[in-house]
């Protein structure tokens, strides 16, 4: 028998969007029969645009979001989200319009990148050599398939689904990423080609999200082609849940490797453009914060993404709420904040609740939300950070090359 959807939580997150974001993400949503299938809803989970144009893409499908308080609703031309007490207008992110149409090899574009807000995520490989040794990890997500074939998408391939996605303006950063593989470069000579021309073609952002390097000098050759951003997800800080949950990771790279990379990298990329993310729920909110103070004393991002479980991958801690996490995010924001660690980079992500948008859930000092507000009209962000990387890129790599 299904459990009566609770309504303790009625009412109580629903107008702050930070804290509105986070249990939806947690809890889901129901999708009320005025909403049509298809244009709105694809896939497991729906991007919406929550009021202060927070981005957050919410568990529709799964059978955990059955017991949600939410419900999405169609209202005039418009959506709401209701708790059965009061409502707010919120917008359904059209999906792009690029994932309809094909490389010239007839590869959809859909199958290729993968919009999440403010950055599309390309894995031109999808294999990790962690898959059929039984040391994968045991939450296994993204855009891996473990029954791939061998295809690897070439780096034309790569460079007309970034020409598609800059075109339509759906995100300005592109996340190249790539599994375990058993060489000392942690991938990146093979990521090496399509960063430098992606970088070369496109007014663009590259992010690399791998696994750490052997070696540092791979971490420099990272920063040196053109990478503008770093990501090696530790996922855990407990050393026991790490191998436990990480076994591959744990045995082949070492939590300490993580850590020593992660380090490294912060002392090379510009601040705020070395993240790591710890997953919320697969280990106690207590150590999720020890991984925050830690990474940020090493100026590092945190980033802390919501274990969504499935039947056949029950990870998750309970009982995990809003109640309980919540302070997670508010320390989370309060780190970066206290280490001064750049917010911009890491921002408007559509499956995580970013560190600048967990400042709605600490009290607005110093004009937070005015701030916010005045960056995203701006956007004069972005380009600042543009300027400020190929500026900074082409001091380091003098730097080194002189040494
Ligand atoms: S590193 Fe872990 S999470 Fe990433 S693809 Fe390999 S098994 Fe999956």
Not at 115 to 139: A, D, L, Q
Not at 320 to 339: F, S
Request: hydrophobic share 35%; aromatic share 8%.
């Amino acid at each position: 028998m299904r459990r009566p959807v609770n309504s303790r939580v009625q009412g109580k997150y629903l107008h702050n969007p930070g804290s509105l974001k986070i249990d939806l993400m947690l809890r889901g949503i129901r999708i009320d029969g005025s909403v049509s299938e298809g244009e709105d809803i694809e896939g497991l989970g729906i991007d919406l645009i929550l009021p202060r144009n927070i981005i957050a893409n919410v568990p529709c499908k799964e059978e955990f979001t059955k017991d949600s308080p939410y419900v999405l609703k169609k209202k005039g031309k418009g959506y709401v989200i209701t708790d059965g007490i009061d409502e707010v207008d919120v917008r359904v992110v059209p999906k792009p319009e690029f994932y309809r149409k094909k490389t010239s090899t007839g590869v959809p574009f859909s199958k290729i990148g993968i919009v999440h807000g403010s950055y599309t995520v390309i894995t031109p490989s999808p294999r990790c050599e962690f898959f059929h040794s039984n040391i994968e990890c045991r939450y296994c997500a993204g855009n891996f398939d473990v029954n791939s074939t061998d295809r690897v998408y070439s780096v034309d391939e790569v460079l007309e689904t970034v020409e598609a996605v800059m075109k339509e303006g759906s995100s300005r950063i592109i996340y190249l990423s790539i599994g375990f593989t058993k060489g000392d470069d942690g991938g990146i000579e093979f990521l090496t080609g399509y960063i430098r021309e992606i970088k070369k073609h496109f007014n663009c952002l590259v992010a690399v999200e791998a696994l750490p390097p052997k070696h540092n000098r791979w971490i420099d050759e990272t920063y040196a082609v053109g990478a503008d951003s770093v990501l090696y997800n530790l996922e855990i800080f407990d050393s026991e849940l790490f191998e436990m949950i990480c076994p591959g990771r744990a045995s082949l790279i070492g939590r300490d490797r993580y850590l020593e990379a992660l380090r490294y990298a912060a002392g090379i990329f510009p601040s705020g453009t070395v993240a790591s993310h710890l997953i919320v729920g697969l280990e106690p909110p207590g150590s999720t914060c020890m991984g925050i103070d830690f990474l940020t004393d090493i100026g590092v991002v945190p980033i802390l993404p919501i274990y969504r479980p499935s039947p056949s991958r029950a990870l998750r801690i309970e009982p995990l709420t809003a109640e309980i996490i919540i302070p997670v995010y508010r320390h989370l924001y309060n780190a970066v904040r206290k280490k001064n660690i750049n917010m911009n980079w890491v921002r408007d992500i559509s499956v995580v609740t970013t560190p600048i948008e967990s400042g709605y859930l600490v009290e607005d000092k110093g004009g937070f939300k005015g701030i916010m507000e005045s960056f995203y009209k701006s956007k004069i962000g972005l380009k600042t950070a543009w300027g400020l990387s190929t500026i900074r890129r082409k001091l380091r790599v003098r730097d080194v090359e002189e040494k």
